[in-house]
């Protein structure tokens, strides 16, 4: 049974930091690309950051600069440091990974991440 773990989120104040972590198991195939979602209340799922297998970042226009994902093949875990944060970080973010060979995508439960003006 396939598991994507996050954990990391939690209410800090504005310019403050958090960096979440998600622990995929299970997995048959080899991981491609990693990514992290978030929605916020009332507004549709964005694209916050992605990695790919040989590294290559791609950030949101709204957290380049101040976010930073990477992952560990080792351990299949990708991470997403978030600096400066701002009350409009406020949202449920998700990882998902996608796979080789398998044609759909694995998503983790979420973690919420708070930031107070």
């Known amino acids: 049974q396939v598991q994507l773990v996050e954990s990391g989120g939690g209410l800090v104040q504005t310019g403050g930091s958090l960096r979440l972590s998600c622990a995929a198991s299970?997995?048959?195939?080899?991981?491609?690309?990693m990514r992290w979602y978030r929605r916020a209340p009332g507004k549709q799922r964005e694209l916050v950051a992605t990695?790919?297998?040989?590294?290559?970042?791609n950030y949101a226009d709204s957290v380049k600069g101040r976010f930073t994902i990477s992952r560990d093949n080792g351990k299949n875990t990708v991470y997403l440091q978030m600096n400066s944060l701002k009350p409009e970080d406020t949202a449920v973010y998700y990882c998902?990974?996608?796979?080789?060979?398998?044609?759909?995508?694995?998503w983790g439960q979420g973690t919420q991440v708070t930031v107070s003006s």
């Open positions: 299970g997995l048959r195939f080899s991981i491609n690309a």
């Open positions: 990695v790919t297998s040989g590294g290559t970042t």
């Open positions: 998902n990974v996608d796979c080789v060979l398998v044609p759909y995508d694995y």
